[in-house]
T-cell receptor, first 113, second 116 residues
Framework: GENVEQHPSTLSVQEGDSAVIKCTYS??????FPWYKQELGKRPQLIID?????GEKKDQRIAVTLNKTAKHFSLHITETQPEDSAVYFC????????????FGSGTRLLVRP | SAVISQKPSRDICQRGTSLTIQCQVD?????MFWYRQQPGQSLTLIAT?????????ESGFVIDKFPISRPNLTFSTLTVSNMSPEDSSIYLC?????????????FGPGTRLTVL
């Protein structure tokens, strides 16, 4: 089955700096890769996603890149703000069959004012 | 999109007892999933709740411990049976919704379970 690894487990950056979180997946059939942000005591919320037929996607300060050959994808947050502080999870799934999300272990991001 | 509610939002239970968690979606959906999030950990898929048939469990999860019902396309329950302190977690249901675009998977608010 699918296995998703995520690094780093914690990340501390200065406000305004960039943050990068990396994930690798094992199942070459996975074709959808969402990123979720979870604030303390709240449910995970989708912040950006990418399909396997796209190499990069950007939404304002957030971008995701995908390297299918290497089976890894990354989340990039630019101009970080204190409200970006949260736990971020990557996930992978097959959107044409199981739709089961397999999550990475999570990255706790702290943005220092 | 799909709006999901869960009941109860939290509970404190004694070991050896069982708790049933309800998940209600505001529209008919084909797929519903149950996840567990242990304290400080990631989300782990427990099972896929199938309408009209037995749930499909992931490795490490069994029906006797986590029986699931899915009586219709908007509702599912997860029971945590014979609880122990190790079952203390947040339990979340989710669905990718329904329609032409199977993108975002929506999560319920979660049920925070503490077992004493």
């Amino acid at each position: 089955g699918e296995n998703v690894e995520q690094h780093p487990s914690t990340l501390s950056v200065q406000e305004g700096d960039s943050a990068v979180i990396k994930c690798t997946y094992s199942d070459s059939a996975s074709n959808y890769f969402p990123w979720y942000k979870q604030e303390l005591g709240k449910r995970p919320q989708l912040i950006i996603d990418i399909r396997s037929n796209v190499g990069e996607k950007k939404d304002q300060r957030i971008a995701v890149t995908l390297n299918k050959t290497a089976k890894h994808f990354s989340l990039h947050i630019t101009e970080t703000q204190p409200e970006d502080s949260a736990v971020y999870f990557c996930a992978a799934t097959r959107m044409d069959s199981s739709y089961k999300l397999i999550f990475g272990s999570g990255t706790r991001l702290l943005v220092r004012p | 999109s799909a709006v999901i509610s869960q009941k109860p939002s939290r509970d404190i239970c004694q070991r050896g007892t069982s708790l049933t968690i309800q998940c209600q979606v505001d529209s008919q959906v084909t797929m519903m999933f149950w996840y567990r999030q242990q304290p400080g950990q990631s989300l782990t898929l427990i099972a896929t709740a199938n309408q009209g048939s037995e749930a499909t469990y992931e490795s490490g999860f069994v029906i006797d411990k986590f029986p699931i019902s899915r009586p219709n396309l908007t509702f599912s329950t997860l029971t945590v049976s014979n609880m122990s302190p190790e079952d203390s977690s947040i339990y979340l249901c989710s669905t990718p919704g329904q329609g032409a675009i199977y993108n975002e998977q929506f999560f319920g608010p979660g049920t925070r379970l503490t077992v004493l």
